[in-house]
């Protein structure tokens, strides 16, 4: 076991194959001590450290070289080293860098969640609700820009960007050429198809699941329901060009939108065609598996009255057991 | 007078002609690196020579060259940066344009010493006529065998190309000017990895300032040891300051490391003291980013010894009452300068100049450059100082490169140590949009340690 690097994060400590970042080694983990991430995605290449939500302290950098990192790092973008120590939510530093940052990604944002499609599956409101502060000190106008179509099925409202770049990534690595990018430069800079071009591509749909904000959305869904309004179903279906598993968003018998699987982060488990997307919408086209389970924090999970189980890790560490013993005895009492 | 070395020829008419150039010695220290000396012995002399980055960090060059991973079968690559385009620091524009050889002349050396056949002088794109100035410097040069194949029979080969760029100033970070050197857009890489393990089309490559590059010349003419003479302690040799602002002389002046401040403005070797008799406000010691002080810090340290143009006597006192040398971008201001407008004027151009990657730098600058934009303009709160104060802490230190540290350390150290005037501004609107704050006690000597400090 030579290749595996002990790494300690918040106090618990964990085996993880040498040149893990300090995020996924937590992510083995679970629970409360995973960094928020918006602009990382395990499955694109590059991506990660510019939304700076994922910021940790690194106390003590290995075991060869104890000295911890001058600076707070992006837990994506860095490498665990041999008995580093991490700290994340016992750090107050880190706490309040993190707060810092929410506010950062707030002060431009429209705050339109009323009438976003994304609420209730947007990662910045939940990033809002568990980090950030109750309210803005930011008193100047927001930024704006204008809606833009890209295609006939989807729609980009740079407004609510908050400039992850997720989905310039998507549209050079899993299309086969680049007709999108970033244009302008600080506060001006905007996610654009270069003079609006449509991305012409079987798989720019994608775009939609990786975006973690309202910016880009599916046109086929826009305005037809609240997301928590809808029951996910997991099906999949013959397809020739993508792996066909994906998730049935119903309302009623009506199949209203269909998406990727999407795991605990957010992050899709395999990436599909437009023609599932977009074009297959009624149940005699797709085999049902079963109901798709949502994460119990997201707003679509509400009313669902699964139990609220503590994080594997608590279930496994005993110093942490009996820390949680109570919710522990509540949650595994059957 | 102190001793010049990169500037030793500047007024010889026609030295940016190779012919003059070489008549008063030029190009001596390419023969003698490439005949006599091996690249390590030159690297060695570098890192002797105790020679600091000039670009504004002050890492040591010679351990910045031995850090390059020398991979088998894969090029090495040196880039000079001559993106300078911090406010207040004209040094490398003024080198480049009346003495390119000796740019041309340190690159070739340090070329040889890094073992790279291609280097590139990465320009700012409006520094238009330097570009031309080197390319046809580098035609000279290359047509008297100084550059292309088999370099003086040593068998160095090495090519020099100048590549302009779009005129940004975050192309200036190591890693963005390698983005944009390769023609992508000028975003600042996550490090790690290091340009020096991975760098230019993910080779070993090594980014210095022009300064650091031109003064290997005099370091392998003279020898390691005759450079670490001038200066005091880790700040050896000269350094190019450029000096503007309400100055009697403005302009670049090489220095000895080790000259007193006080020397520096009000000498007449140097900048011959304030125009028009006024009195020094404050002083900007290292281009726009490093921290603004007041008269008195600026002159003495907060222990009451003379504030010396070195890397750490001008870094005394730490952020507190210290700044830094960074670039060299001399800026001083007179009792008439309002502080408070100044810094919108910075806040305003690093909001411009944020690459927009990162939230933090992205979101922040802009924020700050508008509450500044409001106390200027007296329509401030009392509550805003302070939430400057906090927003630049929340840039500071969780970006992913420099420029946000650059931006919230010149607001931060504004309202540190002017905090009277800022508040000024909000409690006297008005007279703020007339009037200037004035001098105050900026120039006031400062309280002895013993008084801030009573023994009981």
């Known amino acids: 076991m030579s290749d595996k690097v002990k790494v300690t994060i918040d106090g618990i400590s964990i085996d993880v194959d040498a040149g893990t970042s300090i995020l996924n080694a937590a992510r083995q983990i679970g629970g409360d001590i995973v960094p928020p991430a918006m602009c990382y995605y395990s499955k694109l290449q590059g991506s990660g450290g510019k939304c700076r939500t994922c910021l940790v302290k690194v106390s003590k950098g290995s075991e060869k070289d104890p000295r911890p990192m001058p600076k707070l790092v992006a837990s994506c973008r860095t490498t665990v080293m041999d008995g580093m120590e991490v700290q994340n939510i016992t750090s107050p530093e880190v706490v309040e860098a993190r707060k810092g940052v929410v506010e950062m990604l707030l002060i431009n944002h429209p705050l339109d969640c009323p009438v976003c499609d994304q609420a209730g599956e947007c990662h910045l409101q939940d990033l809002a609700y568990e980090h950030g502060s109750e309210a803005t000190r930011y008193e100047f106008e927001r930024r704006t820009f204008d809606r833009i179509d890209i295609g006939d099925k989807i729609q980009l409202h740079m407004t609510r960007c908050i400039l992850c770049y997720r989905c310039v990534f998507t549209a050079d690595q899993i299309t086969n050429n680049r007709v999108h990018g970033i244009l302008g430069r600080g506060d001006a800079a905007e996610i654009s198809t270069y003079i609006e071009k449509a991305i012409e591509n079987d798989f720019s749909g994608n775009i939609i699941d990786v975006c973690p904000v309202g910016a880009l959305t599916d046109k086929t869904f826009r305005f037809k329901n609240r997301v928590w309004f809808t029951k996910p179903v997991d099906a999949h279906r013959d397809c020739p060009t993508c792996s066909g598993k994906v998730t049935l968003w119903y309302k009623g018998e009506d199949v209203i939108r269909v998406t990727a699987r999407k795991d605990e982060y957010g992050e899709v488990e395999e990436f599909i065609c437009n023609t599932c997307r977009f074009d297959k919408k009624k149940t005699n086209e797709w085999v049902i598996e079963g109901p798709r389970k949502i994460a119990n924090h997201s707003v679509i999970s509400a009313n669902h009255y699964e139990q609220l189980g503590p994080p594997p890790v608590i279930r496994k560490n005993p110093a942490l057991l009996e820390a949680n013993k109570e919710q522990f005895e509540r949650s595994t009492k059957l | ?16 002609s190779f012919e003059v150039y070489r008549q008063k010695g030029g190009y001596r220290a390419v023969e003698k690196a490439l005949k006599t000396l091996t690249p390590d012995e030159v690297v060695e002399e570098v890192k002797k020579s105790g020679l600091r980055g000039r670009g504004g960090a002050g890492f040591p060059t010679g351990m910045k060259w031995s850090f390059l991973a020398k991979p088998d079968g894969v090029p090495r690559y040196l880039v000079c940066n001559g993106d300078e385009s911090e406010p207040g620091t004209f040094k490398d524009r003024y080198l480049m344009t009346h003495i390119p050889h000796l740019l041309i002349e340190g690159m070739i050396v340090s070329s040889f010493a890094l073992g790279a056949n291609t280097s590139y002088i990465y320009l700012r794109g409006e520094m238009m006529p330097q ?326």
């Open chain 2, 1 to 16: 007078m102190g001793r010049k070395l990169l500037l030793e020829h500047i007024n010889v008419p026609g030295i940016n």
């Open chain 2, 131 to 456: 570009i031309r100035i080197l390319e046809k410097a580098i035609a000279e040069a290359k047509n008297a065998g100084f550059l292309g194949k088999n370099i003086l029979g040593s068998g160095f080969d090495l090519e020099l190309y100048v590549q302009p760029g779009g005129g940004a100033y975050i192309c200036g970070e190591e890693t963005a000017l390698i983005e944009s050197l390769e023609g992508k857009r000028g975003n600042p890489r996550i490090k790690p990895p290091f340009p020096a393990i991975s760098g230019l089309y993910n080779c070993p490559t090594v980014v210095n300032n022009v300064e650091s590059i031109a003064a290997t010349v005099p370091i392998i003419n003279d020898g390691a040891d005759e450079y670490a003479k001038i200066g005091i302690g880790r700040s050896t040799g000269t350094k190019l300051i450029s000096a503007s602002g309400n100055l009697n002389r403005p302009g670049v002046y090489e220095i000895e490391l080790g000259i007193p401040v006080e020397e520096f403005i009000y000498s007449d070797q140097y900048c011959g003291g304030i125009a028009n008799g006024k009195r020094l406000k404050a002083v900007v010691a290292g281009g726009s980013s490093v921290p603004i002080l007041p008269a008195n810090l600026i002159l003495k340290t907060i222990n009451g010894d003379n504030r010396l143009m070195t890397y750490e006597s001008l870094a005394d006192g730490g952020f507190a009452s210290g700044t830094m040398l960074g670039s060299g971008g001399f800026v001083a201001y007179d009792e008439d300068q309002c502080i408070v407008r100044n810094t919108w004027n910075f806040s305003r151009f690093y909001h411009h100049e944020s690459c927009g990657q990162c939230s933090p730098c992205r979101e922040g600058t802009g924020w700050m450059e508008k509450v500044l934009h409001r106390l200027e303009y007296g329509h401030g709160k009392l509550s805003d100082i302070d939430l400057l104060v906090d927003v630049s802490k929340k840039i500071e230190g969780n970006t992913i490169c420099p420029l946000g540290d650059a931006a919230a350390w010149p607001v931060a150290s504004a309202i540190r140590h002017f905090r009277d005037e800022f508040e000024w501004h909000v409690t006297h609107p008005k007279e703020a949009m007339e009037r200037n704050y004035g001098l105050a006690n900026y120039a006031d000597p400062l309280p002895k340690p013993e008084d801030l400090h009573p023994v009981n």
